[in-house]
């Protein structure tokens, strides 16, 4: 009582929270910045010239872009701006700016010429996480998305994900097109490129975690299912054993195969194994189920020639 309610941060949070933290290379500063453009960034034209607007509710993320081209306004959400002033260049430099029948726009394709060094690549997976990116809480499932309004740049990214062997795949959700990672190895290798290496360790302690909590109770429901089974079995031997005494047929057995029954009867749930071993000298457990076999063949045989007579 009295307690206050810390709230806590996502998984998927937390992951960006660590990316932000990152000091980038030279070289992948550009990289990072063209995903964040192609994921939140709006081409606008002034009198000034081109500027590039950038619209996030992380602050973070805010302080990332700003930290990438110093320049930063924000109101109730946070709007990175990259003017007039250095926003021709940028665009020249990312080769994100086409000229098309409708004007000139934001290309919609992974700049790959950009992406040159293997470093640079992975930068631009960290930007375009960051950008609109979510992961799901791996003791919850294994999912991570990056979301567009664009199809044609959702396709490109996913092509490009590929191509860096992370099976990505794409689909359409409410008029956003999603590239998703469902399985968690290539998670976890995706989380490596990217630099979250705090989060790939948490993620890694709890899939190892449920990992062996379900070999448990694989092993546990395999045991069971193995003791059902045996129980069974046994069963329909004490019958067998029982319908031949009752009958009086219990001499006309093979001597092998009455020591076998009167080990059952006495031992009505023991393995087979053991079984074998509780005789004097011990037999092994292929030949006590051998003898069961027999046994059953028997009161079969027995069965249908009674049935024969009547």
Known sequence: KGEIKRKTMSFSSETKQELCRINDNPCCQMAELAAFIHGIGTLRM?????????????????????????????KNVYHVVLGPDCAPQILEETGLLRESGEGVRISRAVPLGLLRRS???????RGAFLA??????????????????????????????????LAAKMVLRRERYVVYLKESE??????????????LLAFENIRITKDVRNNVNRAANCDSANLDKTMNAAQKQIEAIRLIEEKGAFSRMPRSLREIA???????????KELGEAFDPPISKSAVN????????????WQIEQDEEK
């Open 290 to 301: 051998h003898r069961l076999r027999k046994l059953m063949e028997f009161a079969a045989q």
């Open 262 to 272: 009167e080990k059952r009867m006495d031992n009505p749930d023991m393995p087979l």
């Open 132 to 165: 609109t990116g979510t992961l799901s809480d791996p003791g919850k499932g294994y999912h991570l998305e990056i979301s567009s309004s664009s199809e044609d740049y959702a396709k490109s990214l996913n092509n490009f994900m590929n191509k860096l062997d």
């Open 46 to 74: 002034g009198r000034g010239g081109q500027s590039v607007w950038m619209t996030t509710e992380v602050p973070a993320i805010a302080r990332r872009i700003f930290s990438l081209r110093k320049r930063l306004g924000k």
């Open 186 to 199: 290539t998670i976890v290798e995706l989380l490596n490129r990217m630099g979250a290496h705090k989060a």
């Open 119 to 125: 470093c640079c690549r992975h930068a631009y997976l």
